[in-house]
T-cell receptor, first 111, second 111 residues
């Protein structure tokens, strides 16, 4: 049962353009959402998060949008840079003791 | 910035052998986790640990697995009798809030 779904396994974006990574969830109990970035052979690193009481959170080039009615969130990266090439995991939680991850989307930033 | 550390970075073992994966969480964190990622698959929750006891565990975390916080700084994952399907990257994580910090992982290969 996939509670957090990332339906695009990979995405290619031109350097300088906007990267949009999408995530859907099924559990309406989730109240906190996170995006993690992962390079090969490294652990996931926290990128940005959003509480369910908000619909947008921005941190530099990264913005996360939350649409609770659609159970959908997205991560926007503007402008995309070569170092953004990585796997991005969407995650959700409703308690402090478990985070549920999506399968990840591999982002390729093209020169 | 404080980091979660894990040892060893790589572990090769024979099927049926016991392995212990070690983690040093961030010092003032109260919540500890183990996750794993089988090659090409998503990051999966194994277990969470709070106040010196398991607070939640997944179906994966069967009787072959155990966790311990032996000395107030280390957090270990023991697999009693490894199986081929235990081959994966194992990530330790810790948090003091909703933001979870991951270690670099231990790559376990069971032959």
């Amino acid at each position: 049962d996939q509670q957090v779904k990332q339906n695009s396994p990979s995405l290619s974006v031109q350097e300088g353009r906007i990267s949009i990574l999408n995530c859907d969830y099924t559990n309406s109990m989730f109240d906190y959402f996170l995006w993690y970035k992962k390079y090969p052979a490294e652990g996931p690193t926290f990128l940005i998060s959003i509480s369910s009481i908000k619909d947008k959170n921005e941190d530099g080039r990264f913005t996360v949008f939350l649409n609770k009615s659609a159970k959908h969130l997205s991560l926007h990266i503007v402008p995309s840079q070569p170092g953004d090439s990585a796997v991005y995991f969407c995650a959700a939680t409703w308690r402090d003791d478990k985070i549920i991850f999506g399968k990840g989307t591999r982002l390729h930033i093209l020169p | 910035e404080p980091e979660v550390t894990q040892t060893p970075s790589h572990q090769v073992t024979q099927m049926g052998q016991e392995v212990i994966l070690r983690c040093v969480p961030i010092s003032n964190h109260l919540y500890f986790y183990w996750y794993r990622q089988i090659l090409g698959q998503k990051v999966e929750f194994l277990v969470s640990f709070y106040n010196n006891e398991i607070s939640e565990k997944s179906e994966i975390f069967d009787d072959q697995f155990s966790v311990e916080r032996p000395d107030g700084s280390n957090f270990t994952l023991k697999i009693r009798s490894t199986k081929l399907e235990d081959s994966a990257m194992y990530f330790c994580a810790s948090s003091d809030s909703r933001k979870v910090h991951f270690g670099p992982g231990t790559r376990l290969l069971v032959l």
